[in-house]
């Protein structure tokens, strides 16, 4: 596609159901990243694939949150025994190649509201 | 650790006005990346500009201008002669330079509301 795609854009969840957030990256491009975004904050990082390989994990908030992208395109973020917390949109952004030069591209994020 | 200080959370200008957004960061890296996005009430983010940290020199693209200053560890942004559909969050963002492991993960400023009215 044209751009980076995410699905769904809202998502209800029940405290203590598991969700999962698909994002679909630019076609070719090698970096994908996810972030979480707090209502009226900055997205923060949360893990990031090159091509199908997980290099950093370190924003993940907890073992509840788990991300593949096991062909090295298509990315899930899957989160697990959901809890009010978890509220945020989630961004997921691609880029054609690693380094800092590399602009990265955003979709347009899944609202996530546990209740 | 890297961080980016975005101190005003709101700025309401009538349209025609210029407003200036600020950006203050911290890094112990030589080598970085500086970007600002717009954030629509649709939701995503939309890259306006990228400057590395050896780059000084001011940019202006349209009604956009950026004014980067490494020793004070500022990389500020001016829209001039604002107009309604300039109504968005915006953010500062720093990436360190790595070419393995951790990519070029942003990190965020709390953001900057900008309202135009007409």
């Known amino acids: 596609g044209a751009g980076v795609s995410q699905s769904p854009r809202y998502k209800v969840a029940k405290r203590g159901q598991d969700v999962a957030l698909r994002c679909d990256p630019i076609s070719g491009h090698v970096s994908l990243f996810w972030y979480q975004q707090a209502l009226g904050q900055g997205p923060e990082f949360l893990t990031y694939f090159q091509n199908e390989a997980q290099l950093d994990k370190s924003g993940l908030p907890s073992d509840r949150f788990f991300a593949e992208r096991p062909e090295g395109s298509v990315s899930t973020l899957k989160i697990q025994r959901t809890q009010q917390e978890d509220s945020a949109v989630y961004l997921c952004?691609?880029?054609?190649?690693?380094?800092?030069?590399?602009?990265?591209?955003f979709g347009q994020g899944t609202r996530l509201t546990v209740v | 650790a890297q961080k980016v200080t975005q101190a005003q959370t709101e700025i309401s200008v009538v349209e025609k006005e210029d407003v200036t957004l600020d950006c203050v960061y911290e890094?112990?890296?030589?080598?970085?990346?500086l970007f600002w996005y717009k954030q629509p009430p649709s939701g995503e983010l939309v890259f306006l500009i990228r400057r590395n940290s050896f780059d000084e020199q001011n940019e202006i693209s349209g009604r956009y201008s950026w004014n980067f200053q490494k020793s004070t560890s500022s990389f500020n942004f001016t829209i001039t002669a604002s107009q309604v559909v300039d109504s968005a969050v915006y953010f500062c963002a720093l990436s360190e330079n790595k070419w393995e492991a951790a990519g070029n993960k942003l990190t965020f400023g709390g953001g900057t509301r900008v309202l135009v009215k007409p």
């Open positions: 952004a691609s880029s054609l190649a690693p380094g800092g030069y590399t602009e990265a591209f």
């Open positions: 890094t112990r890296d030589t080598t970085y990346y």
